[in-house]
């Protein structure tokens, strides 16, 4: 079996396994498996960027954020319509996400975390200045937005099928974009720049426009988070859920888009069951990340992938 059957199967798999959970029943256990779906797919757009173009960014909370705020502001404001909200949440974030990566991407290295960091925390100390909009207390949302006049994401199993809708869509076009040109182009961007730039590839251009597309996709991202717990905090920009993002990618598997989201759910899943133990959970997570980066070098996914084969 090759490389990418193996993806296949394993995303098969995973997506097979979510689409049975909510048979269960159990309401615990289907609100935690959507929020690591939501988490999953703010992680699998940071992986086009750092998995295929090795673009290390320390502020893609800020897009995950601002995408959390769109669906929150427009709640404050009466506009709960998601075929409204939701394609702005896309969109407000990858506009945003452009204008930073066209200043930022000037730079690389160190430099270019550091910008993307410094921008990231401008959003994070904006949005914590709104007083109108709660501030540093975040802001509540009286309910989950509705769908052409209609309710139905108010019950839990129906918003769970719509972030596993959402979560299949975006992996399917993850593959086809990969897959395509523009992500061969990428991935020799990350490998060797140099030499694509003397192939004649403007590698500036691509690296803007996969930094705009995983900017959108985090902000739909936040949108469902909104959704899902039915409040925001300016906490969600700071750079400290940049490096739960990045942690999920590492330790899911870089370049395999069902990698980050396999990080996500060994990473969340760890600290509900450890934090449910003792108060110290942290010092007993920190030993198991460190293990598995060290004994999985392709994380989760090139251990489940090597069983497999």
Do not use: C
Not at 253 to 263: E, K, N, T
Not at 276 to 297: D, K, M, N, Y
């Amino acid at each position: 079996m090759g490389e990418r059957q193996r993806l296949l199967a394993v995303t098969w798999v995973v997506l097979g396994a979510l689409a049975a959970l909510p048979l269960i029943g159990d309401p615990f256990a289907i609100r935690l498996v959507t929020r690591i779906m939501i988490y999953g797919l703010a992680a699998l757009s940071l992986d086009l960027i750092l998995g295929f173009g090795g673009l290390i960014s320390f502020g893609h909370a800020a897009w995950f954020g601002l995408g959390a705020y769109v669906v929150a502001i427009g709640a404050y404001h009466g506009v709960a319509e998601a075929l409204l909200v939701w394609p702005l949440a896309l969109a407000i974030p990858g506009l945003v996400a452009l204008v930073v990566g066209a200043i930022s991407l000037r730079t690389s290295g160190v430099s270019f975390i550091m910008i993307t960091l410094a921008f990231a925390q401008m959003l994070f100390f904006l949005i914590a200045s709104l007083r109108q909009y709660g501030a540093d207390d975040g802001l509540s949302i009286s309910s989950r937005n509705r769908i052409a006049g209609f309710d139905p994401l108010s019950d839990h199993a129906a918003f769970y099928y719509t972030a596993l809708g959402i979560l299949a869509g975006a992996l399917w076009l993850g593959h086809r974009l990969v897959d395509s040109r523009f992500g061969m182009v990428l991935r020799g961007i990350r490998q060797n720049e140099r030499r694509m730039l003397a192939l004649g590839f403007d590698t500036y251009r691509y690296k803007l426009a996969a930094f705009a597309i995983a900017g959108a996709v985090a902000g739909l991202a936040g949108a469902l988070l909104a959704n899902h717990t039915l409040y925001v905090s300016p906490q969600i920009l700071h750079w400290t859920t940049s490096g739960e993002l990045i942690v999920m990618v590492v330790l899911g598997g870089m370049g395999s888009l069902i990698g980050p989201v396999l990080g996500a759910a060994g990473l969340l899943y760890a600290e509900e069951t450890l934090s449910a133990r003792t108060e110290h959970w942290q010092i007993v997570l920190g030993p198991l990340l460190l293990l598995v980066v060290l004994f999985a070098r392709r994380g989760l996914f090139g251990w489940l992938a090597g069983r497999a084969r």
